[in-house]
């Protein structure tokens, strides 16, 4: 998910040090290059590291030791210039405020940014859901596509990564033109729908049902408060998912759309909170049924992941803090094996680091198992191969058209990733369409007409 344009000068390197980070754009890929709110620039701290890190990424390639060497020197930020990677210094710090007792079910949702800026801050409040039915919705045409099955250079060093490439070539949906793409069950049949941002004005959300053979069809639109990028998930605990934007301007806040049976959304309810950036991700950490919001701070140090527990209401209620090395992508799913939702954090400057956060299942988590990837811009996770660990779906700049796939290891690592060979795209996101219990991959291509790719898992 992260759009169009929304990369701005994204890395100054890590050298120099100070993380210009405009990430999560890329979720949010924008179609039409309108402005991007989301790039906006953050501060890197320095990043420790200890010895079992360090000898981990030794022996993992030594590519990558140049560049954990190169990028542990000196790291400027904003206030200061501070020096870093001291041998032995902690590995992790992760301050999390229990909240309730944990026993991990379901994921509410995918995770996605979306980003859509209407021009002025209209207000609907109520559920005007009007059907406007797509240009062309009317099926799936399916497209063939390269099916070359890449196995890359190996960056973690362990085997059982994919054996083949776990992805169908592409089916094609023609849609509206929108800005910004999640997928959640809207509907509550058992796959998710997509739903996309609308460009320009007025600010709306549409749903496209999931049709189950990995096609959508004709949108509900409801108007909604000006926003600027959205995840879906459910947090009512109802049994289908809920739009959960990030409200234009100030103050600080989100608004929750419940999701209704006729694939329109009611709203919002508003919470305001802790100023963050547009990283958001909802999963139901506590097992109560009701998807809970995780969003980042929005620059401040240390870097913190801030957990806000679903209320049926659709309020959302500050329950922990996490400490987290610097990230640009945020996303929560099951990664370690357990019965527990982990938290994963990724930063796409060198060196490319993701971070799983194994969670406790009362709000905290333990210590950061860290895999280094490629260079990456947007990144989503999922089950792709529905043996339980969920997998990391990335893309590769500068190769638009194609797709890493890295399967998830038992304790929280990736494997060797394998490429799939796909369309040219702005943003890619993670979710099952089909209800087979495996999550596909949906992008939005370049060009016209707009419309979504879904590569099915096979
Ligand atoms: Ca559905
Ligand atoms: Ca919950
Ligand atoms: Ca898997
Ligand atoms: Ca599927």
Redesign the pocket.
């Given at each position: 998910m992260e759009k169009i344009g929304a990369r701005i000068g994204a890395r100054i390197g890590a050298r120099i040090g100070a993380k210009v980070d405009a990430n999560i754009g890329a979720k949010i890929a924008m179609a039409a290059g309108l402005p991007t709110p989301e790039d906006e620039p953050r501060t890197a701290p320095a990043r420790p590291r200890d010895r079992a890190t360090a000898r981990r990424r030794l022996t993992a390639s030594l590519a990558a030791l140049a560049l954990a060497s190169c990028a542990e020197l000196v790291i400027t930020t904003s206030t200061g210039i501070e020096t870093e990677g001291s041998p032995g210094a902690p590995a992790t710090d992760s301050t999390g405020t229990p909240g309730t007792p944990a026993t991990a079910s379901d994921v509410g949702t995918s995770e996605g940014t979306g980003s859509a800026t209407g021009d002025a801050d209209t207000d609907t409040g109520d559920s005007s859901s009007t059907s406007a039915g797509p240009m062309t919705s009317d099926g799936a045409t399916t497209t063939s596509a390269p099916d070359t099955n890449t196995d890359t250079t190996d960056t973690t060093g362990g085997g059982d990564g994919f054996d083949t490439d776990p992805l169908d070539d592409p089916l094609t949906t023609e849609i509206f033109t929108f800005e910004g793409m999640d997928l959640g069950d809207i509907d509550g049949d058992g796959d998710a729908d997509l739903i996309v941002g609308g460009a320009g004005f007025p600010p709306r959300v549409s749903v496209y049902p999931a049709l189950g053979d990995g096609s959508f069809g004709a949108a509900v639109t409801t108007e909604i408060a000006s926003f600027e990028g959205f995840v879906v998930g459910d947090v009512t605990g109802d049994g289908r998912a809920d739009i959960i934007a990030r409200g234009a301007g100030f103050p600080p806040r989100v608004e929750l759309y419940r999701g209704l049976a006729g694939l329109g959304v009611s709203g919002p309810v508003t919470t305001e909170l802790n100023n963050f950036s547009p990283a958001m991700a909802v999963a139901d950490y506590d097992g109560d049924g009701r998807g809970d919001l995780f969003t980042d701070t929005d620059g401040g140090f240390p870097p913190r992941v801030i957990t806000y527990r679903g209320l049926m209401t659709g309020a959302l209620q500050k329950t922990s803090e996490t400490e987290v090395w610097t990230f640009a992508h945020l996303a929560v799913g099951w990664h370690d094996g357990d019965a527990h939702l982990d938290l994963l954090t990724a930063d796409d400057t060198p060196p490319q680091i993701v971070n799983v956060w194994p969670g406790a299942g009362d709000g905290s988590f333990g210590a950061a198992v860290e895999t280094q990837v490629f260079n990456f811009s947007m990144l989503d996770t999922g089950d792709l191969d529905g043996d339980g660990l969920w997998d990391l779906v990335t893309d590769v700049p500068g190769n638009e058209w194609r797709i890493q796939l890295y399967r998830g290891l038992p304790g929280g690592q990736f494997a060797a990733p394998v490429v799939h060979e796909g369309f040219s795209f702005l943003a890619l996101t993670v979710g099952?369409?089909?209800g087979?219990g495996?999550?596909?991959v949906v992008t939005q291509p370049t060009g016209s007409p707009p419309r979504v790719d879904v590569y099915?898992?096979k």
């Open positions: 099952d369409v089909n087979d495996k999550a596909d099915l898992s």
